[in-house]
Antibody
């Protein structure tokens, strides 16, 4: 059974750096092909893909956010960490981590999401 | 970037009736070598994460009821709910995963009961 859970601050101030952790179970980065993505959703708005990290440490980023985001993994802990610098109120959103389906870059298991509010 | 545009933004359908949601991509998402379209559909209910329904434009994810079906090719795609049930009230999103990032979502279509 695959599960994912996001954790991190619910409130950050403008210009601060956001660090979110995705802790998962039911799969491992030791398995070829595994990937974990980050997707966000501003309140009452659409989904936006942010980043993806693969089992071999290959990483893909949204070009529009490439300068601000970093994704890393800890294979032994079954965790993925998303770091986003220079947070702004427009970054207020629910942040999801999700398991990449084996057939392509779409997501079959999602965490419940964590709402991050950017406000002074 | 490939822009995904869904229509309509919302629709109200009577229970048991058909619901049809359209998704158009700004460029083709068809892999000619495999004849597969890199298009997925998700369902999102209030307060919940998205749930994968369909991938490769028409392949139903395991456990998804067969009243959900996907069709289309190239740039034009459709999600059909053949007989709307109360539990299908949700927002539906399409997503393209063609080639290189960014992998983009449509703006969503809200389905309600008439």
């Amino acid at each position: 059974q695959i599960t994912l859970k996001e954790s991190g601050p619910t409130l950050v101030k403008p210009t601060q750096t956001l660090t979110l952790t995705c802790t998962f179970s039911g799969f491992s980065f030791r398995t070829s092909g595994v990937g974990v993505g980050w997707i966000r959703q501003p309140p009452r708005k659409a989904l936006e893909w942010l980043a993806l990290i693969y089992w071999d440490d290959d990483k893909r980023y949204s070009p529009s956010l490439r300068s601000r985001i970093t994704v890393t993994k800890d294979t032994s802990k079954n965790q993925v960490v998303l770091t986003m610098t220079n947070m702004d109120p427009v970054d207020t959103a629910t942040y999801y981590c999700a398991h990449r389906h084996g057939a392509g870059v779409f997501f079959d298991y999602w965490g419940q999401g964590t709402l991050v509010t950017v406000s002074s | 970037d490939i822009v995904m545009t869904q229509s309509p933004d919302s629709l109200a359908v009577s229970l048991g009736e058909r619901a049809t949601i359209n998704c158009k991509s700004s460029q083709s998402v068809l892999y000619s070598s495999s004849n597969k379209n890199s298009l997925a559909w998700y369902q999102q209910k209030p307060g919940q994460p998205p749930k994968l329904l369909i991938y490769w434009a028409s392949t139903r994810e395991s456990g998804v009821p067969d009243r959900f079906s996907g069709s289309g090719s190239g740039t034009d795609f459709t999600l059909t709910i053949s007989s709307l049930q109360a539990e299908d009230v949700a927002i539906y999103y399409c997503q393209q995963y063609y080639s290189t990032p960014p992998w983009t979502f449509g703006q969503g279509t809200k389905v309600e009961i008439k």
